[in-house]
Nanobody
Framework: QVQLVESGGGLVQPGGSLRLSCAASGFTYNAIGWFRQAPGKEREGILCISWSGGSTPYADSVKGRFTISRDNAKNTVYLQMNNLKPEDTAVYYC???????????????????WGQGTQVTVSS
């Protein structure tokens, strides 16, 4: 089973950037998704990346600002977040599907393994 560990979260000012990392063990080219959950809100899918590197966007609110990438040699998936806004404040999670491919919708139930999450706070 894939085990995931997120890192790279922190406090950043509006307009700033962060890059989150998702390090995986037992990596077998699973599709990996990034999700986030703000206090009092449901978990929201952001982006998913297939084993071959193709990405599937889930959240309109991050289009043009967030990108997903992966380095299979390092067993790591990244979430580059630019032009951060206060509404991006949340705990960010990466998750692995049991497939090489992303689905067209961000159903958390489609993802088998989850990291512990990393906090991102956007505030001046």
């Amino acid at each position: 089973q894939v085990q995931l560990v997120e890192s790279g979260g922190g406090l950043v000012q509006p307009g700033g950037s962060l890059r989150l990392s998702c390090a995986a063990s037992g990596f077998t080219y699973n599709a990996i998704g990034w999700f986030r959950q703000a206090p009092g809100k449901e978990r929201e899918g952001i982006l998913c990346i297939s084993w071959s590197g193709g990405s599937t966007p889930y959240a309109d609110s991050v289009k043009g600002r967030f990108t997903i990438s992966r380095d299979n040699a390092k067993n790591t998936v990244y979430l580059q977040m630019n032009n951060l806004k206060p509404e991006d404040t949340a705990v960010y999670y990466c998750a692995a599907r049991g497939s090489r491919w992303c689905m067209g919708n961000a159903n958390p139930g489609d993802f088998r393994s989850w990291g512990q999450g990393t906090q991102v706070t956007v505030s001046s």
